[in-house]
């Protein structure tokens, strides 16, 4: 904890309230919290809500909402399938699932470039296949390109909480539930979704935490300002050199919103855990 | 030097101090100006004065008492020499014919920003023989004592060099830099997809702001150029303004092009995805331009790219960047008497014009001539208006270090400008 969190948190801050060095414009850390000048936290917060980053907190927040949503989606069927009817296939699809892992996540999103150029393989199935009439400049600043390469890229980091949840819960509670006169859609509705509600709570607080962070998804398949999110902002500060105070900054503000989800994910575990006792 | 018309005020000398300080140093900030005849500086203390000199109020750097140039006459060391710079900047071979008359190696560190290279400087964990700082990082380099004097006992072909460099104004007497190459910022664009008419435009950088370029223009993802076209856009040429006004303008004006034209800010945009079609038109390095040529599938024609940099047009007043790039060595170098045979190498006809076929900028040095340039293949024809020659440096603005106050408030604007809002 002192060392994964504390002392990278200390530095940040040290940064944040620093001093800007004259001769170098870099943003330099003050260790003494007596000397800590608090000034940039009202400017960013400002700029944050109402300012000149308004837009691009409120599209990050949609971003990171919508792919969420979407990653939960797509997770939670493939997540019950392994655990509930993948049988002997489980292992190879288990495998199959973490298989991007073994590929940069760069290289890949670099490999939809190719694939998703105007020229690219995609596009020539989809007119082929007369999907498509004409290619379609889908890296042109598209809102759907980055949102759905951060589904892409995100989505198996949530299949496997949620897999190792729902793969936990008793099977005798469901055959209960059908005892008990419960079709199927009952039976997951009243049984299997709330048991497998903290795998969920899980899944989505994993992908959630880089996601709020992600710069390099928009950079990769956009490149356009009308899709960069908040950790485009915070790259660009931070290499710029003097504008690392601010991106020491915003990185800390971002760290407290997410610091309330994790807040509540917490709160919830530990409630369940509560219940379970009683 | 001889200036045109259509420079800004301060490059024509025509300032006072309170002038020269609004712009440079911003009013009201924590710039002054040095005393002798010196350009601009901003500082915390004697040591530490950081001066940024002009071609209107040149600056001769101090040197240290504990910070001197190595004695004349020493031996070579055996190296290996420690080059630190951006990717593939300096050709391989001529780093190998180097290598080859010394009897020493070489190794090839690389940067990705400013920024970054400042940041191992500055940590002294990488110690590095030659670095290549551009125009506006020198006067901090120095300040900093991040570099070493030149001996100039070392550096004979130092003759070669452009007569307006061989004493620069932002190095007086050469003590800390030697000029590597220069450079201009104009507008690239592929002939077969798009044909804009820049000459006959009043001014030339409006072409970013016609609708019919929806999707296929881009500009580059890099604050002090991207505003320098903002302000260049919206009628001034001071591209080191402190003004906030003038800065609001820029803003506002870049701002437009996100509904206008969909506008992508990327590094990579000319040289690489110009030719693969990802772009029509661009904000372009001249030495990208030239460097394009490498990057065309093989099916298509790199004939196809041309170049424009509005200062030449007879038509308009708009401005363009023009800049110089040197060579220093960094006041830790382990090898300094290698490091200093190779600016020398470097400064040789022969090597700098291999290693300009290369990287795409000039050398400026008297000994070559840019006329000739394309006759001896050194550039294709279609590309010949990327040259830039020392005229251009009376025409054009050079970026300059701007004060810490300053940079922070472009920065807000940049990021302001790329988050579209």
């Known amino acids: 904890m002192l060392l994964f969190f504390v002392t990278p948190f200390y530095a940040l801050l040290s940064v944040a309230m620093g001093r800007l060095d004259p001769v170098f414009s870099s943003a330099e850390p003050v260790w003494n919290p007596i000397r800590w000048n608090p000034a940039i936290f009202p400017e960013v917060l400002g700029e944050l809500f109402g300012g000149r980053l308004t837009a691009i907190f409120i599209r990050t927040f949609v971003y990171v909402g919508t792919a969420s949503m979407l990653c939960l989606l797509i997770g ?154 908040i950790g485009n902002e915070i790259d660009l500060f931070i290499n710029s050199g003097v504008g690392g105070a601010t991106g020491a900054a915003l990185t800390v503000v971002l760290m407290a919103l997410i610091a309330m989800l994790m807040a509540y994910y917490l709160f919830t575990v530990m409630g369940a855990a509560r219940e379970s006792q009683q | 030097m001889v200036f045109h018309p259509r420079d800004p005020a301060w490059r024509r000398g025509a300032l006072n101090r309170r002038e020269l300080l609004r712009i440079v140093g911003g009013a009201g900030l924590s710039a002054s100006l040095a005393g002798c005849g010196a350009g601009a500086s901003f500082a915390t203390d004697d040591r530490r004065r950081v001066l940024v000199g002009t071609p209107e109020n040149p600056v001769q750097h101090p040197l240290f008492d504990d910070n001197p140039p190595i004695d004349s006459g020493l031996d070579i060391e055996s190296g290996p020499l420690q080059i630190f710079n951006w990717a593939e900047y300096v050709h391989i071979p001529v780093l190998n014919a180097f290598s080859e008359r010394y009897g020493v190696d070489w190794e090839y560190t690389t940067f990705y920003n400013n920024e970054e290279a400042i940041r191992k400087l500055r940590t002294k964990a990488g110690r590095f023989d030659v670095y290549f700082p551009p125009l506006e990082q020198i006067p901090k380099c120095i300040a900093g004592q991040l570099l070493q004097p030149l001996n100039h006992a070392y550096l004979p072909n130092l003759a070669n060099v452009w007569p307006s460099l061989v004493s620069p104004f932002y190095d007086q007497g050469a003590r800390y830099t030697a000029p590597y190459t220069v450079y201009q910022t104009g507008i690239a664009w592929r002939e077969d997809m798009v044909s804009p008419d820049l000459e006959a435009m009043t001014n030339p950088w409006h072409v970013f702001w016609d609708p019919q370029y929806h999707g296929i223009a881009g500009m580059y993802d890099d604050f002090k150029e991207t505003i320098g076209v903002g302000l260049y856009a919206t009628g001034t040429n001071d591209i080191n303004t402190a003004d906030p006004a003038r800065l609001e303008k820029a803003r506002r004006k870049l701002l437009e092009l996100i509904d206008l034209i969909n506008v992508r800010f990327t590094i990579d945009g000319v040289y690489a995805k110009i030719p693969e079609r990802g772009f029509a038109l661009h904000h372009a390095w001249s030495g990208d331009v030239v460097q394009s040529r490498a990057y065309f599938p093989r099916d298509e024609d790199p004939s196809v790219m041309r170049y424009f940099w509005p200062p030449r047009s007879e038509q308009s007043s708009a401005g363009g960047m023009v800049a110089v790039e040197t060579f220093a060595i960094p006041r830790n170098a382990e090898h300094p008497v290698l490091a200093h045979h190779f600016i020398n190498f470097m400064l040789e006809t022969a090597n700098a014009l291999s290693n300009f076929g290369w990287i795409g900028n000039p050398p400026p040095l008297r000994t070559v001539n840019p006329e000739t340039f394309v006759s001896e293949g050194h550039i294709p024809p279609n590309l010949a208006s990327t040259i830039t020659t020392e005229d251009d440096f009376s025409i054009g603005q050079l970026p300059l270090q701007l004060p810490p106050e300053v940079e922070i408030e472009w920065m807000k604007v940049w990021a302001s400008v790329q988050s579209g809002g």
């Open chain 1, 76 to 229: 939670y069927p493939v997540a019950y399938y392994l655990a509930r009817h993948a049988g002997r296939w489980r292992g190879l699809l288990l495998g199959l699932i973490v298989a991007p892992f073994w590929i940069n996540y760069l290289m890949r999103m670099m490999a939809w470039q190719n694939l998703l150029a105007v020229d690219g393989y995609v596009h020539r199935f989809l007119v082929f296949v007369n999907v498509l009439d004409a290619p379609r400049a889908w890296l042109v600043g598209h809102h759907e390109t980055v949102i759905l390469g951060l589904v892409y890229g995100y989505v198996p980091f949530l299949i496997l909480p949620l897999y190792a949840a729902l793969d936990q819960i008793d099977s005798s509670v469901l055959e209960a539930a059908r005892d008990l006169g419960a079709g199927p859609v009952r039976t997951f509705l009243h049984v299997t979704l709330p048991l497998s509600k903290q795998g969920v709570l899980a899944g989505v607080v994993i992908i959630m935490l880089p996601l709020f962070g992600d710069y390099y998804t928009p950079n990769l398949l956009s490149g356009s300002p009308r899709t960069r999110m």
